[in-house]
């Protein structure tokens, strides 16, 4: 495959359907099998969305490091995700890319600050 989504005319879209799965792992706070479940569409991925997958990816793995304690990489990770998911706008593929920015960097900052927040949720529309 050398695009995202080629799929046959009436096939299911393989990477909506892991960009749903992305989202449940997310939403469960399995962070690093998010990571995991876009990884080779990432990797296989030869357009413009190869940029919103890796953004993806990022915000996960800056969640994984916060869990582990890693407060720079938590950091590093939530900065790159940001610069790769900031060109998609508000909403991108039905998932509230701005809303999930601000959640996962409310959650970053304020754990690294030492007080509670909640885990963040990637919220669909559509």
Partial sequence: MTGCSSSPEGEPDPLAAAIQEWRACFNEGRYFEAHEV????WLRCRTSERDFLKGLIHLAVSLHHLEKR???????KLAS?????EPFGSLHRGLRVAHL???VALTVGERLAGREAPDPR???DG
């Fill in 122 to 124: 990637a919220e669909w």
């Fill in 38 to 41: 876009l990884e080779g569409h």
């Fill in 81 to 85: 995700g940001r610069r790769y998911l």
């Fill in 70 to 76: 890693n407060a720079h990489g938590a950091r590093v």
């Fill in 101 to 103: 920015l601000s959640a």
